[in-house]
C-alpha cells in the first residue's frame, strides 16, 4: 500500500494516488468528505478557509462504490485558485514581480531558503507552494479512505487536542466512541469547557499580537489485533512508521508513545505494562503506559501517539530575514496563514496514523480482495484466541 500526492497551494487542484487497495472495499463518500471537513475547522484559521469546501472527487480505481483493485485516484480542487490563474499560471507569463507575486524574503522556520537554494529557484513562490500546509488535505482525504478499511474490522482512530500554547487539557478518560463525539463539538478539540475557553482566548490574543503559536496533539487506536509490525527488522518496527509519518506533517517537531518522555523519570516498574489473562478477554494489561507497542508491534491495547506542533512561522509581525535579491537584511515577507492550526492538525495527524495502521493491517493479512483479506484476519484471531 503506497501513496502520492501532487499539487500547489493555489494551484488548480491537490492530487493523490492510492496504490495497493484490495478490491470490494465499498467506500461511503459522505464519511470521506466529512474528514476533509472535519480538517478545515478549528478556532485560529485563517480567511483561507472561508474560500475552500474541501470535497475529494475519485477519478480512478472506484466503480459503483467499491473499489476493483486498481490505484485509487483522488481530486481535491482548490476554491482559491480562480484568483491565482496568473501568477500560478503554467504556461510563461510576462510580467513584474509583483504580478508574479514573486517571493525574495525567506520566511524563518518555512522550507523558503533551503528550497529556493537546493532547487535552484530565485522565486521562492515555487518552493512554498508546494511545503504550504495546504497538502495535508490530500492526506486528510488518503487517510479517509484508510480509516474506511479498519472501520470494517472494528478498528477506530479518534484524535484530541493535548495543549495550545502551554495550556492543557485534562486526561479526557472517556470511551473511544465518546471521545469522537464530544471533540468534533469543540473548536479546540478538547472535552473539558474550561480548557476550552482558556484555549480560544489564547488564540485570539495571539492572533491579534500578530503572531501564532503550537500545541500537541493526539491520536488514539482501538480495537487494534496483536502484532501488527514487527521486531524482526528496523524498518517493520511499526511505531517507527508512525514516528516517521508524524514528524512528515508540516510543522511537527516531535513524536511520543504512551508516557513517552515522561518513562525517562520513572523506574520501569513504573513503565512497563503488566500481563494479565482471563478467559474472555485473553491476555491484556493492566495499564497502557507504553502506548500500545512493545517491539515495534501492537500489543493489543490501543495506540496512543503525540505529536507536537511548532507554531506557524508565517508571522504578521515578521522575523528578520534577508533579501534573496540583495542580500540586506529585511524582515520576511508576510503572506496570508493561519494563527493555530492544532485542532486542524489533529484530525491530519489521525489520517497519516490511521494509513501506516492500515498498511501494516494489508501487509500481515494480505489479500487483493476484502473477501479474502477478511477470512485471512479471522483465521488469525482464531489462531491467537487458541494460543
Ligand atoms: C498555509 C497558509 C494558508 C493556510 C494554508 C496553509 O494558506 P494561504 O496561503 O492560501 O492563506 O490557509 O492551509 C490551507 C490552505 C489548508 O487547506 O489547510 C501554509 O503556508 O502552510
Known amino acids: 500500500l503506497r501513496y502520492l500526492t501532487a499539487g500547489e497551494t493555489h494551484g488548480p487542484q491537490l492530487t493523490a494516488i492510492i496504490e495497493g487497495l484490495p478490491s470490494n472495499l465499498e467506500l461511503d463518500f459522505e464519511a470521506l468528505n466529512f474528514q476533509l471537513h472535519r480538517r478545515q475547522k478549528g478556532h485560529g484559521r485563517g480567511r483561507r478557509m472561508q474560500i475552500e469546501q474541501d470535497t475529494a472527487q475519485i477519478v480512478g480505481g472506484v466503480r459503483h462504490g467499491k473499489t476493483t483493485g486498481a490505484p485509487v485516484a483522488l481530486v481535491v480542487a482548490n476554491n482559491d485558485w480562480k484568483h491565482w490563474t496568473s501568477v500560478m499560471n503554467i504556461e510563461p507569463i510576462s510580467g513584474n514581480d509583483e504580478t508574479k507575486r514573486r517571493v525574495h524574503r525567506p520566511r524563518p522556520g518555512h522550507a523558503d531558503l533551503n528550497g529556493g537554494l537546493k532547487y535552484n529557484q530565485t522565486d521562492l513562490r515555487n518552493i512554498l507552494e508546494r511545503s504550504s500546509a495546504r497538502e495535508t488535505a490530500a492526506r486528510v482525504a488518503v487517510g479517509a479512505v484508510a480509516r474506511q478499511l479498519l472501520e470494517k474490522f472494528g478498528i477506530r482512530v479518534a484524535g484530541r487536542v493535548v495543549s495550545i500554547g502551554g495550556i492543557a487539557a485534562p486526561e ?42 503550537g500545541g500537541v496533539v493526539e491520536c488514539i487506536v482501538a480495537g487494534l489485533p496483536v502484532g501488527l509490525g514487527s521486531h524482526v527488522q528496523w524498518d517493520r518496527k511499526l511505531d517507527g512508521r508512525i514516528a516517521q509519518a508524524v514528524v512528515s506533517i508540516n510543522a511537527f517537531k516531535g513524536v511520543e508513545f504512551g508516557i513517552g518522555f515522561e518513562a525517562a523519570n520513572r523506574p520501569g516498574s513504573q513503565v512497563h505494562d503488566e500481563i494479565l489473562y482471563s478467559e474472555e478477554k485473553g ?8 502506548g500500545g507497542f512493545e517491539g515495534g508491534m501492537t500489543n493489543g491495547m490501543p495506540i496512543v501517539v503525540r505529536g507536537v506542533m511548532k507554531p506557524i512561522p508565517t508571522l504578521y509581525k515578521p522575523l528578520r530575514s534577508v533579501d534573496i535579491d540583495t542580500k540586506e537584511p529585511f524582515t520576511a515577507q508576510v503572506e496570508r496563514s493561519d494563527a493555530c492550526a492544532v485542532p486542524a492538525a489533529s484530525v491530519v495527524m489521525e489520517s497519516v496514523v490511521a494509513w501506516e495502521v492500515a498498511k501494516a493491517f494489508l501487509e500481515k493479512f494480505g489479500g487483493d480482495s476484502m473477501e479474502e483479506l477478511q477470512a485471512n484476519y479471522d483465521n488469525y484471531l482464531r489462531q491467537v484466541a487458541e494460543y
Open 172 to 213: 479526557p478518560n472517556m470511551p473511544i466512541d465518546e471521545l469522537i463525539a464530544r471533540t468534533e463539538e469543540s473548536p479546540v478539540r478538547v472535552t473539558d469547557a474550561e480548557t476550552e475557553a482558556k484555549m480560544i482566548a489564547l488564540i485570539d490574543q495571539t492572533k491579534a499580537d500578530g503572531d501564532s503559536i
Open 283 to 290: 491476555y491484556h494489561r493492566a495499564s497502557n503506559r507504553l
